[in-house]
């Protein structure tokens, strides 16, 4: 069984920044993709953020250039590094682990900017 823990969240001004941690406990898999997605309130869960194994990386469009997600492999953890925080960004951010077609999800961290 797998298990993410997210930390990280709170509340911050525009233009502020936050970084996000999520550790994974279980039977993981380092080669397997994580990353984050996020659902504002009233609003369809999206991508923000995901890395391979390898490191490759994709970002929604909204993030680009702002946000940078990377991973430490001997610890399962992976973060998101958020930059120039828009109140359009406050959500609840996932983590997420996919191991072939099971996606795992953390309970979630709300990240709230204020204008």
């Known amino acids: 069984q797998v298990q993410l823990m997210e930390s990280g969240g709170g509340l911050v001004q525009a233009g502020g920044s936050l970084r996000l941690s999520c550790a994974a406990s279980g039977t993981i898999f380092s080669i397997n993709p994580m990353g984050w997605y996020r659902q504002a309130l009233g609003k369809q869960r999206e991508l923000g953020a995901t890395?391979?194994?390898?490191?490759?990386?994709n970002y929604a469009d909204s993030v680009k250039g702002r946000f940078t997600i990377s991973r430490d492999n001997a610890k399962n953890t992976v973060f998101l590094q958020m930059n120039s925080l828009k109140p359009e960004d406050t959500a609840v951010y996932y983590c997420?682990?996919?191991?072939?077609?099971?996606?795992?999800w953390g309970q979630g961290t709300q990240v709230t900017v204020s204008s």
């Open positions: 997420h682990y996919r191991h072939f077609l099971i996606t795992y």
């Open positions: 890395i391979t194994g390898g490191s490759s990386t």
